[in-house]
């Protein structure tokens, strides 16, 4: 397995991922965004047999390490290429103090996911999803210890 930025030519096949994870799918035109005007975003691929297993975008915003949206394949979901892919995400923090992220409450494999490494629920956003569902807020402070 291997981490790679996301390149134009990878469009097709993540936005089609995209649909396939999420209710609420980004459009081809918000990945675009973040691959060619967005500055503080950080798109990447995460690779299995050379093939796309996975895609995340990081927003790194000054203090704040935002993880804005992370998905493995469906058929390669629940062999830790979540772990793998998330531990490696937050390898490239750089000076940021925390990271933070939104989830739905029913979303208990990426809670599982996000509290395996020491992500805390801080707030809740009640009807935050198009559906009415309420987000969760989670956050994980960096320090020399959890480095
Ligand atoms: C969330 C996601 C990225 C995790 O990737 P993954 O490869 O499936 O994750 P892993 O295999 O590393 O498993 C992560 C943990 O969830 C646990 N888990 C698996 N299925 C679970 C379930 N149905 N309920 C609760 N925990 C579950 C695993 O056991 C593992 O915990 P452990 O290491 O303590 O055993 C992936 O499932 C996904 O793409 N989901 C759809 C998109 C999505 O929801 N993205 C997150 C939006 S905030």
């Not at 299995?48 to 895609?55: D, F, K, N, R, W």
């Not at 493995?72 to 937050?90: A, E, T």
């Not at 490494?117 to 956003?125: A, P, Q």
Request: some cysteine; glycine content about 4%.
């Amino acid at each position: 397995m291997k981490v790679r930025p996301m390149q134009d030519s990878d469009l097709d096949v993540v936005v089609e991922l995209e649909k396939t994870v999420f209710p609420d799918p980004w459009s081809r035109i918000s990945f675009e965004y973040e691959l060619k005007s967005n500055p503080y975003s950080l798109p990447l691929i995460l690779e299995h047999m050379g093939e796309i297993a996975g895609y995340a975008i990081i927003w790194r915003i000054f203090e704040e390490f935002h993880i804005a949206n992370i998905a493995v394949h469906p058929n390669l979901q629940g062999r830790k290429m979540g772990s793998y892919f998330l531990r490696h995400i937050l390898s490239l923090k750089e000076n940021c103090s925390y990271a933070i992220l939104e989830v739905r409450e029913s979303n208990q494999r990426a809670i599982h996911l996000y509290e395996n490494f020491g992500f805390n629920i801080i707030m809740k956003r009640t009807r935050y999803y198009r559906n009415g569902e309420t987000a969760l807020v989670m956050q994980k402070i960096f320090s020399k210890e959890n480095d």
